[in-house]
């Protein structure tokens, strides 16, 4: 039996197409900066309305990573390499760093040390903030560092090491 080609195309509608949107009555808001390097973390105080970037140096022993505030735009010199960045929303930014971290002041860009007891020689890769104003720290070797306070110079650490739970030890 042999059956005929159909040769009327079936109705269709015609392909759905984007809207055209409105002509721009002005500029968007905002400016659009360079940043150079290679960014490895950013965050937003909400207090000062900066943003904070977390670049490394061209070569880290001589030029370590530092924080690249906007706007303004400007780079905070740090007194050593940091490895990572959180913010507190309250115009500060803590930075991990070996032996402890750097606090850096938003509104005056600058940065300060502050050492935690015993752990000169820890290399700390992580940083957050909790939710009752608490800093954590990370260690390379997967150490965790809840510290006391945020605001004295050499808090009392807390420090609690993920392959063992249970066992939490107490430096001053």
């Known amino acids: 039996m042999f059956v005929e080609p159909l040769i009327v195309k079936p109705p269709t509608i015609e392909p759905a197409q984007a809207a055209d949107s409105p002509p721009a009555s002005q ?15 950013a965050v937003f105080d909400s207090a ?10 061209s070569d880290p022993r001589h030029r370590p990573a530092s924080p690249f505030l906007v706007p303004p735009p400007r780079l905070v010199a740090l007194p050593g390499p940091a490895t990572a960045l959180a913010a507190d929303d309250r115009g500060r930014v803590y930075l991990a760093a070996r032996g402890g971290y750097f606090v ?3 509104a005056a860009a600058h940065a300060t040390q502050v050492n935690i007891a015993d ?12 939710a009752d104003g608490k800093l954590v ?12 306070s945020a605001s004295r110079r ?3 650490t807390r420090l609690s090491d993920h392959r063992q739970p249970n066992q939490d030890l107490y430096s001053r």
Not at 137 to 148: E, F, H, I, M, Q
């Open 137 to 148: 720290l990370g260690s390379a070797d997967g150490s965790v560092y809840t510290l006391a």
């Open 27 to 41: 500029d968007p808001a905002g400016a659009v900066l360079p940043l150079g390097g290679h960014p490895q973390a």
């Open 154 to 156: 050499r808090p009392r």
């Open 119 to 130: 752990a000169q020689q820890v290399q700390f890769t992580a940083i957050a903030r909790r």
């Open 104 to 106: 850096v002041d938003l």
């Open 48 to 57: 000062t309305h900066q943003l904070a970037v977390l670049s490394p140096g």
